[in-house]
């Protein structure tokens, strides 16, 4: 059981309801005390104040049983961070790459996916970077968060143990696009991950590489964009995202900003071209000047371009 919570298989869960255990019984108990105390010795069942001087006893007791108390959350926590930061040795390495706004995960057998399909029942480690910014990944259902930091690589890992589709999103605030970095882990039994995972052999960039038929690959393009992280903040459909929507781009007269300087352009095949390579050299008017560079092959910009001239 993985997406109801309490889960108290996983360390996460369990160290925060013995936490909270605590706190509440110490709530109860504390202002149980305090009650009692105000109905037992308020001034007309008690009219004389009496002097205290101490309780060493009581002093022992209120020492040691919090120290108890913390020491058995720090035990619990510790050995929670140790089973999470332990990846079993039969785990599927995954690597993982996150950049403005998108993920791509990458399996040993080469291929890549924008969703992240798993096995049910075998550990997954999740071997992560990023190529530009701070992000952090998070799968809320299997309690795991960790930083993909540019120049580093970290890593996650856990037990798909129910089959289904799970929420995985960016949780560092990462720039506009931020809210785009959403996706799915996708856990499926083993004989249908084997299928996709041998007929998914090839890349996306040898894909790109193919003769484009007509028809098919005007749907592997909009794969490749969605893939590439394009359609996080462009859309095809018309309507304006982050960026000015690709629909009726070619040939539109478009006004831009280029170096500070607002001017009129028709976006033509070297326009697109410059605006995919160099994306901050012309700034659509009234957008934010935040696309990446992305690293397309030549094939995939040939291939992008002869799409966009057909999407009208
Ligand atoms: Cu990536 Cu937020």
Request: include cysteine; glycine fraction near 6%.
């Amino acid at each position: 059981m993985v997406t109801g919570w309490p889960n108290l298989s996983n360390p996460t869960d369990s160290v925060f309801f013995l936490i909270i255990g605590i706190s509440l019984a110490l709530l109860f108990i504390t202002s149980g005390t305090m009650v009692y105390f105000v109905i037992r010795y308020n001034r007309k069942r008690h009219p004389r104040p009496e002097n205290i001087t101490g309780n060493t006893a009581l002093e022992i007791i209120w020492t040691i049983i919090p120290t108890i108390l913390v020491l058995a959350i720090f035990w619990a926590g510790w050995k929670g961070f140790v089973f999470k930061r332990t990846v079993p040795k039969d785990a599927m390495l995954v690597k993982v790459t996150a950049r403005q706004w998108s993920w791509d995960f990458k399996y040993e057998n080469g291929i890549e996916s924008q969703v992240l399909k798993v096995p049910i029942g075998r550990p997954v480690k999740l071997s992560l970077t990023s190529t530009d910014v701070l992000h952090s990944l998070f799968i809320p259902a299997y309690r795991v968060k960790e930083d993909c930091v540019p120049g580093m690589e970290t890593y996650l890992w856990f037990q798909p143990d129910q089959e289904g589709s799970f929420d995985l999103f960016c949780t560092e605030y990462c720039g506009v696009g931020h809210s785009a970095m959403i996706t799915k882990v996708e856990v499926v039994p083993q004989e249908e991950f084997e299928k996709w995972y041998q007929a998914r052999g090839i890349s996306l960039a040898e894909a790109a590489q193919r003769p484009v038929d007509r028809k098919k690959g005007a749907l592997d393009i909009v794969t490749l964009l969605k893939d590439k992280g394009c359609l996080g903040c462009h859309t095809i459909d018309g309507s304006p995202k982050l960026g000015p929507t690709l629909k009726g781009l070619y040939t539109r007269e478009v006004t831009v900003i280029t170096q500070g300087k607002e001017h009129k352009i028709v976006a033509d095949e070297p326009y697109i071209r410059r605006s995919i390579k160099e994306p901050r050299a012309d700034i659509v008017k009234g957008f934010p000047p935040v696309m990446p560079a992305l690293p397309l092959s030549d094939h995939e910009i040939d291939a992008i371009v002869e799409y966009l001239k057909t999407l009208r």
